[in-house]
């Protein structure tokens, strides 16, 4: 084969590989770049720049990192790691060319294709590929030296031992040796990210393709539905894994992802003291302890609450990234457009006029606090009064709809779980009354009554009709610890 033919099928087959590289995180992985970049905060400052230098692979770990943050931008991670990883496979290709000669492309195929499984990770870091490119350049330029010369290869080769640590430290292997992609996760994280972009009907339409059975998931669909104020409507047409759905668990057993997310229902309920809570401990246990979209909440909150010192110190931060300038100096005390502050005041108007001290877990306590400050929190009274439901703690709810929600027809789900507290403190009919309960739900409360007596409690039987119910919810669903 002649060498320019060969040279045309190189080209191709790279161009091919790129190409595929590019798919596959474009198509496959998109929302697994954005997460990294939510999670790393790249300042342009002095300090920040220089504190690379105080750690092995200096270099390396700055490139990473100033990679990352342009993973921003939509299709900037699938090409920056296509770039990166092209970059990786030459390498590799330049070291095994003068033992095997044109079948070193085998080799450097594979290495491309397991370190881009690696990058799959949510914790194996870009600058981890760098140091390795970094390393095979350095051993290639040493190589080059020693044919040149052994007097001129050696002090190269010393000095680029001791300069590479420094520079490209050994490679990263502490994230493991392998990695393949975790495409359930990935639906979890384009149901996170969407909701951070705010792009409400790419999250509606993600959940009406996915049928997943997680508490992550259940997560976001209630809050979708919530802030469309039809939480009760939609409580039992899905997975319901009791209140997990509505409040992720911030425990030791709960992972990162979950934590750095859960601020997300308490800033839209209007309690900025466990929205601010939550966001702190998601920063916290990070992988990198820190991450521009929890400092960019950090900010919203403490304008929302008036504090401007507190808010200064998270924009000051972001003013000095290159992707979040402009967005931290719309929000400046000052300079706000006429945009921001109407949504301050939006968000100012869900504040309780008083704080009160209380256990981050006692949730009941915190939408109750929110309700009696402002009674017309329509989104915290149906978490309230749903969170009473999926607990099945009956009695509590009906203190709660007494309190926060008496006065107008209840909604269907509300109407069936009065039904069960009626029934089962044997309420005289006068008192059903008052609750203006729709006589159609009061007739197939009836008629569910009886099958589940004449059935002998038999679920199977009564789940094609009143599946959806929360009658049947009460009775059949398992409440885990």
């Known amino acids: 084969m002649k060498a320019c033919n060969r040279r045309y099928i190189e080209w191709g087959v790279t161009g091919v ?13 998109p929302y697994h770049l954005f997460h990294r970049e939510q999670t790393q905060l790249f300042l342009y400052a002095s300090e920040a720049l220089t504190e690379y230098l105080k750690h092995p692979a200096a270099l390396a770990g700055l490139l990473g990192d100033f990679l990352t943050q342009f993973f921003y931008y939509e299709g900037g991670g699938p090409a920056i790691m296509t770039v990166v990883l092209l970059l990786w496979g030459m390498v590799v290709f330049r070291l095994l060319l003068p033992y095997i000669g044109r079948w070193a492309w085998l ?18 870091p870009l600058s981890g590929t760098i140091a390795l490119i970094g390393i095979g350049s350095l051993v290639l330029l040493c190589r080059s030296c020693f044919r040149c010369s052994w007097k001129l290869g050696l002090p190269v080769g010393v000095l ?8 490209f430290g050994y490679g990263n292997w502490s994230s493991g040796w392998y990695n393949t992609p975790n495409l359930e996760r990935e ?7 969407e909701t951070y972009f705010g792009r409400m009907e790419k999250v509606q339409k993600l959940l009406a393709e996915q049928d997943l059975h997680a508490p992550f998931a259940t ?24 209140s997990q759905g509505l409040f992720l668990p911030v425990a030791p057993t709960s992972t990162y992802l979950t934590i750095y997310a859960a601020n997300e229902v308490w800033f839209a309920l209007g309690d900025m003291t466990m929205a601010e809570h939550a966001t702190i401990l998601g920063m916290i246990f990070s992988p990198r302890h820190t991450g521009a979209r929890a400092i960019k909440r950090l900010a919203e909150i403490n304008l929302i609450n008036g504090d401007e010192a507190a808010a200064m110190k998270y924009l000051r931060l972001l003013q000095k990234t290159m992707c979040y ?9 000052g300079r706000q457009t006429s945009e921001i502050r109407q949504w301050l005041e939006q968000k100012q108007q869900l504040l309780p006029v008083t704080d009160t001290l209380r256990f981050s877990s006692n949730i009941p306590l915190s939408l109750r606090h929110l309700l009696r400050s402002n009674p017309d929190n329509g989104m915290a009274r149906d978490y309230l009064l749903c969170f009473d439901l999926l607990n099945k703690d009956i009695g509590a709810f009906a203190e709660d709809y007494r309190e ?20 089962g403190s044997n309420a005289p009919i006068e008192e059903v009354k008052k609750y203006r309960i729709p006589p159609q739900v009061l007739d197939e409360f009836n008629e569910y009554s009886k099958r589940y007596e004449a059935n002998g409690g038999n679920g199977t039987i009564l789940q094609a009709e009143y599946g ?11 409440m885990k610890k």
């Not at 590989?17 to 992985?29: D, S, T």
């Not at 680029?160 to 520079?167: D, I, K, N, P, R």
């Not at 300038?325 to 005390?333: G, L």
């Not at 959806?468 to 398992?478: C, E, I, L, V």
């Open 17 to 29: 590989g790129a190409l595929a590289l590019f798919l596959f995180f474009f198509k496959l992985l």
């Open 325 to 333: 300038r402009q967005w931290a100096e719309r929000r400046i005390p």
């Open 107 to 124: 080799p450097a195929v594979a290495a491309v294709v397991w370190e881009a499984g690696r990058q799959c990770g949510l914790l194996y």
């Open 404 to 423: 926060f929600a008496a006065g107008g027809i209840p909604s269907r789900l509300y109407a069936e779980g009065l039904l069960i507290y009626l029934a």
């Open 187 to 193: 639906r979890l994280l384009a149901l996170d990210s």
């Open 468 to 478: 959806k119910t929360y009658w049947f919810y009460f009775h059949y669903a398992t």
């Open 219 to 242: 997560y976001y669909y209630n809050l979708l539905h919530a802030r469309q104020m039809q939480l009760p409507d939609k409580l039992t047409d899905y997975y319901q894994p009791a």
């Open 160 to 167: 680029a031992v001791v300069a590479g640590y420094w520079l």
